[in-house]
């Protein structure tokens, strides 16, 4: 199972929301510095959002460049990418994986065209509320069931997600297995958790499920548990 630490990018600086709000902001620094400090912890897998581009006013691509160029680090981007032109630039700046979210359900020709460019290089991000998909950096919710574009997702070709329990993120209360549990029984998608992770009891349950990586944030930040216990699971 592969650890992925959140970097989540706010006006060029490193940050946490509380359930998505944007109003309810936990600075931790500046994101080069925080990446490097995973990077000395042994980390060599991140996954960084743009919250500026989710919300398409602006972005924080500098930023992103800056950790790219620092740490030679797996590194998956989502947050406001929405046009073939967007996944181009990132992959030509060493991202290893694009997260698309929005664009998934709102241009679903356009999320098979770039799929069916980069097989390899596309994950998508499933965020959910009450079992439903939210989109517009998580300030809408669709009517969109999520196990169900989950499965329209592995037939158009996509071979991973990250899926967000947006009522867990944030909140250090534990992840919603039981949606991860559903999903990994009626699809054969790559699955990586986000969402909830308190202790590190949550990683141990959610490697015994089946996920194939987790998202840690919140909770590795406010220690309680560290990057070293992390990559142990």
């Known amino acids: 199972m592969i650890i992925y630490p959140a970097i989540d990018i706010l006006d060029g600086q490193a940050v946490r929301l509380l359930k998505g709000?944007?109003?309810?902001?936990?600075?931790?620094g500046k994101p080069k510095d925080?990446?490097?400090?995973?990077?000395n912890g042994g980390c060599r897998n991140l996954h960084i959002v743009d919250l500026n581009g989710a919300?398409?006013?602006?972005?924080?691509?500098?930023?992103?460049?800056d950790i790219?160029?620092?740490?030679?680090?797996?590194?998956?981007?989502?947050?406001?990418i929405r046009t073939l032109s967007q996944v181009v630039q990132y992959l030509e700046i060493g991202v290893s994986q694009i997260i698309?979210?929005?664009?998934?359900?709102?241009e679903p020709d356009l999320l098979q065209e770039i799929v069916n460019l980069y097989p390899e290089n596309i994950t998508v991000g499933v965020d959910a509320k009450n079992g439903f998909v939210a989109v517009e950096g998580w300030e809408e919710v669709s009517s969109v069931d999520a196990v169900s574009w989950i499965k329209?997702?592995?037939?158009?070709?996509?071979?991973?997600?990250?899926?967000?329990d947006i009522s867990k993120d944030g909140t250090l209360t534990g992840p919603n297995f039981?949606?991860?549990?559903?999903?990994?029984?009626?699809?054969?998608?790559?699955?990586?958790?986000?969402?909830?992770?308190?202790?590190?009891?949550?990683?141990?349950q959610l490697k015994e499920i089946g996920v194939h990586g987790v998202v840690v944030g919140k909770a590795l930040y406010e220690n309680r548990f560290t990057l070293e216990e992390a990559l142990s699971c």
């Open 34 to 39: 925080l990446s490097k400090k995973l990077m």
């Open 68 to 80: 790219l160029t620092e740490s030679p680090t797996f590194v998956q981007v989502g947050g406001g």
């Open 21 to 28: 709000d944007y109003n309810e902001v936990t600075v931790y």
């Open 152 to 164: 329209q997702l592995e037939s158009k070709g996509v071979k991973r997600i990250v899926y967000t």
């Open 178 to 204: 039981e949606m991860y549990k559903k999903i990994l029984k009626e699809t054969s998608i790559e699955v990586i958790a986000s969402g909830g992770i308190s202790v590190l009891e949550d990683l141990i």
């Open 55 to 65: 919300r398409q006013a602006g972005d924080n691509r500098i930023s992103i460049y």
């Open 100 to 106: 698309i979210g929005t664009m998934a359900i709102k």
